[in-house]
């Protein structure tokens, strides 16, 4: 690391405090996640799949050793690794038409991961697949998926178009009673879920949402036959004549607009709050470059790399080289420069502060080089802390407002006021389109049993929800007291790395597959975490400092619950006190061991 010294702050931070305040304090309502409409009964057709057509088939009554809930990277990976454990009666359940979580739904045009492909795409050394460029779009991410199922055999039992609608334990049996709304009724030894929070859609609650006669739909289930193009790029040929609205500008709207601008005869572009816009700098990967790089045990070496930079611990090399590893060599070059004396958590969280500022003026000094209206440019602007809300990089998304085509409603952080029969409302203007398209994104904050369809039913007929009331309870994120041979494929309370989610995943499945693998070896019926074993974990959770996403100062999104916060149970919707490098670290010695503490087999 370079010893050269850090120039002092150029700017006003108390100015810019008291101005990310007054911003957030526009935008902050007191219906939270209620102002979102639950798309259902008459408005079901906003679920439909335009994708891969529904296939009749008999119900399912047969019983499998494991079924995992859900078929994107939780369910793939987990199924990987218990194929390499010579588990192969294995079963995924997912309500899409084939593999692919979040990325079988969107298919928008230039829909595009946000972190490195070489550390986003789980289990590419064991597929022998090269990702073909540092940042790969939505049709190549799906392939993925595809490539896994096929490379595993996951295909073989797989059941699509398919969610559960009944999990219940059966303790004299020793497994799960599983119920679909295709008629399915089998059983189980074992079951993951991996729903996720990002596959169910959601709508803003606007007035008049049912009364428009044109034409409208979710981002994630685009409308091609409509608009004319494919997920792979073809230009949108069918909106030269079309007036269209997108409401959002969120991480989905950054990657479709510049496509819109360029397509449609007009496109207002309604804006409650802009995303901070990074640079994203893709390139193609050069293939003689990654045979130098993939030689074995590449790709977890460049996973631990990121981590390690991404949450600042000391690292000679940043390998992946992004906007999530930037920030964090920024702050940890200011962290360096501090006196011994000075490293208190007080003087760190201020040197995290500057080099935020720091970043964001960056960020906002680049609507005005890109931007020729100037007043486009600064309503462009994000006037909060860089992961306030989901960091976004893109490279044409302000290129896109000097398109004569495109133009910004912005709406003062108040939102689209309604809906008529000719178009959208803001601020008592009515601006006609043939179409809306809603870039509103997915339900996040609203109960998991809502969003998964069921709730799970564990031993003496106790709800999972009614066990977490207080919050989420758990061992490692993954097991739960009272609910045997039941696995949960997540982030919180284990390594919590949001940057780069996947990464979280792939230690899940790793983990499960040597638990069951035990399980088989030993002749065990049952795996389940100790109560004592779970009231640790979360003791030691408690340790754990306030995360950096999810402040109630942020200005609202689904970070923090649409500004509202977490609630009690936010403390324990957390990680490893000791960060995502220690916990992947100590998660590996747990299951390596071979006497998983904590956990019963019995």
Same mark, same amino acid.
């Given at each position: 690391?370079?010893?050269?010294?850090?120039?002092?702050?150029?700017?006003?931070?108390?100015?810019?405090?008291?101005?990310?305040?007054?911003?957030?304090?526009?935008?902050?309502? !007191?219906?939270?996640? $209620? *102002? =979102?409409?639950? /798309?259902?009964? %008459?408005?079901?057709? &906003?679920?439909?799949?335009?994708?891969?057509?529904?296939?009749?088939?008999?119900?399912?009554?047969?019983?499998?050793?494991?079924?995992?809930?859900?078929?994107?990277?939780?369910?793939?990976?987990?199924?990987?690794?218990?194929?390499?454990?010579?588990?192969?009666?294995?079963?995924?359940?997912?309500?899409?038409?084939?593999?692919?979580?979040?990325?079988?739904?969107?298919?928008?045009?230039?829909?595009?991961?946000?972190?490195?492909?070489?550390?986003?795409?789980?289990?590419?050394?064991?597929?022998?697949?090269?990702?073909?460029?540092?940042?790969?779009?939505? !049709?190549?991410?799906? $392939? *993925? =998926?595809?490539? /896994?199922?096929? %490379?595993?055999?996951? &295909?073989?039992?797989?059941?699509?178009?398919?969610?559960?609608?009944?999990?219940?334990?059966?303790?004299?049996?020793?497994?799960?009673?599983?119920?679909?709304?295709?008629?399915?009724?089998?059983?189980?030894?074992?079951?993951?879920?991996?729903?996720?929070?990002?596959?169910?859609?959601?709508?803003?609650?606007?007035?008049?949402?049912?009364?428009?006669?044109?034409?409208?739909?979710?981002?994630?289930?685009?409308?091609?036959?409509?608009?004319?193009?494919?997920?792979?790029?073809?230009?949108?040929?069918?909106?030269?004549?079309?007036?269209?609205?997108?409401?959002?500008?969120?991480?989905?709207?950054?990657?479709? /607009?510049?496509?819109?601008?360029?397509?449609?005869?007009?496109?207002?572009?309604?804006?409650?709050?802009?995303?901070?816009?990074?640079?994203?700098?893709?390139?193609?990967?050069?293939?003689?470059?990654?045979?130098?790089?993939?030689?074995?045990?590449?790709?977890?070496?460049?996973?631990?790399?990121?981590?390690?930079?991404?949450?600042?611990?000391?690292?000679?090399?940043?390998?992946?080289?992004?906007?999530?590893?930037?920030?964090?060599?920024?702050?940890?070059?200011?962290?360096?420069?501090?006196?011994?004396?000075?490293?208190?958590?007080?003087?760190?969280?201020?040197?995290?502060?500057?080099?935020?500022?720091?970043?964001?003026?960056?960020?906002?000094?680049?609507?005005?080089?890109?931007?020729?209206?100037?007043?486009?440019?600064?309503?462009?602007?994000?006037?909060?802390?860089?992961?306030?809300?989901?960091?976004?990089?893109?490279?044409?998304?302000?290129?896109?407002?000097?398109?004569?085509?495109?133009?910004?409603?912005?709406?003062?952080?108040?939102?689209?006021?309604?809906?008529?029969?000719?178009?959208?409302?803001?601020?008592?203007?009515?601006?006609?389109?043939?179409?809306?398209?809603?870039?509103?994104?997915?339900?996040?904050?609203?109960?998991?049993?809502?969003?998964?369809?069921?709730?799970?039913?564990?031993?003496?007929?106790?709800?999972?929800?009614?066990?977490?009331?207080?919050?989420?309870?758990?061992?490692?994120?993954?097991?739960?007291?009272?609910?045997?041979?039941?696995?949960?494929?997540?982030?919180?309370?284990?390594?919590?790395?949001?940057?780069?989610?996947?990464?979280?995943?792939?230690?899940?499945?790793?983990?499960?597959?040597?638990?069951?693998?035990?399980?088989?070896?030993?002749?065990?019926?049952?795996?389940?975490?100790?109560?004592?074993?779970?009231?640790?974990?979360?003791?030691?959770?408690?340790?754990?400092?306030?995360?950096?996403?999810?402040?109630?100062?942020?200005?609202?999104?689904?970070?923090?619950?649409?500004?509202?916060?977490?609630?009690?149970?936010?403390?324990?919707?957390?990680?490893?006190?000791?960060?995502?490098?220690?916990?992947?670290?100590?998660?590996?010695?747990?299951?390596?061991?071979?006497?998983?503490?904590?956990?019963?087999?019995?």
């Amino acid at each position: 690391m370079s010893e050269t010294a850090i120039p002092k702050p150029h700017f006003d931070k108390e100015a810019l405090r008291r101005k990310y305040r007054e911003e957030r304090d526009k935008r902050v309502r !007191p219906d939270g996640n $209620e *102002q =979102y409409i639950e /798309i259902k009964d %008459h408005l079901a057709y &906003y679920l439909e799949d335009p994708y891969v057509p529904t296939t009749e088939r008999e119900p399912v009554t047969d019983h499998v050793t494991f079924a995992f809930i859900g078929g994107g990277f939780s369910g793939l990976v987990t199924g990987a690794r218990l194929a390499e454990q010579g588990i192969t009666d294995v079963r995924i359940l997912e309500k899409g038409g084939d593999f692919g979580g979040t990325w079988y739904w969107n298919r928008y045009p230039g829909a595009q991961c946000d972190t490195a492909a070489l550390i986003y795409l789980p289990l590419l050394e064991e597929t022998g697949h090269m990702p073909s460029e540092k940042y790969v779009h939505a !049709p190549e991410i799906l $392939e *993925q =998926y595809q490539r /896994i199922g096929r %490379h595993y055999n996951l &295909y073989d039992k797989a059941l699509f178009h398919t969610q559960v609608k009944s999990l219940v334990w059966d303790e004299e049996n020793a497994r799960w009673q599983i119920e679909t709304d295709r008629g399915d009724n089998f059983t189980a030894q074992y079951i993951g879920m991996g729903t996720g929070p990002l596959h169910v859609p959601k709508l803003p609650g606007l007035p008049g949402i049912e009364d428009f006669k044109g034409h409208s739909f979710h981002t994630s289930r685009w409308d091609y036959e409509y608009t004319g193009g494919d997920p792979k790029g073809a230009p949108l040929s069918k909106l030269a004549d079309k007036r269209v609205a997108i409401i959002g500008t969120g991480a989905t709207a950054v990657q479709c /607009i510049p496509h819109l601008a360029r397509a449609c005869k007009d496109l207002c572009v309604c804006q409650r709050t802009p995303s901070s816009v990074d640079i994203r700098n893709n390139e193609p990967i050069d293939p003689e470059w990654f045979k130098s790089i993939a030689t074995p045990g590449w790709q977890k070496r460049w996973l631990e790399n990121f981590t390690a930079n991404q949450t600042g611990q000391p690292v000679d090399e940043d390998l992946v080289q992004d906007g999530w590893t930037d920030l964090s060599k920024r702050v940890r070059a200011r962290i360096s420069q501090l006196p011994r004396e000075n490293l208190t958590v007080e003087k760190m969280m201020a040197a995290y502060e500057d080099s935020d500022f720091e970043k964001m003026e960056e960020i906002r000094a680049r609507c005005n080089e890109v931007v020729e209206d100037q007043e486009t440019a600064e309503l462009l602007k994000a006037w909060y802390q860089q992961l306030c809300k989901r960091p976004c990089f893109h490279d044409d998304y302000l290129k896109a407002y000097n398109e004569p085509a495109c133009h910004l409603v912005d709406t003062d952080g108040k939102g689209v006021e309604r809906i008529t029969e000719k178009g959208v409302v803001v601020a008592g203007v009515e601006y006609e389109v043939d179409c809306i398209i809603y870039a509103s994104g997915f339900e996040v904050g609203t109960p998991y049993e809502r969003r998964s369809g069921y709730d799970t039913i564990g031993r003496n007929g106790v709800k999972l929800s009614d066990y977490w009331t207080d919050g989420m309870r758990t061992l490692h994120g993954v097991h739960v007291h009272g609910f045997p041979n039941m696995f949960i494929v997540q982030a919180t309370q284990g390594a919590n790395l949001i940057s780069n989610y996947p990464h979280n995943l792939t230690e899940c499945g790793n983990t499960i597959a040597l638990m069951v693998k035990h399980a088989q070896d030993t002749q065990a019926r049952k795996i389940e975490v100790t109560r004592e074993a779970e009231d640790a974990w979360l003791e030691l959770l408690l340790q754990a400092p306030p995360m950096m996403i999810g402040s109630t100062e942020c200005t609202p999104g689904y970070y923090n619950n649409e500004g509202q916060g977490w609630g009690e149970g936010v403390q324990r919707a957390t990680g490893y006190p000791h960060g995502p490098v220690a916990y992947f670290k100590y998660l590996d010695e747990w299951r390596t061991s071979g006497d998983f503490d904590g956990i019963a087999f019995t």
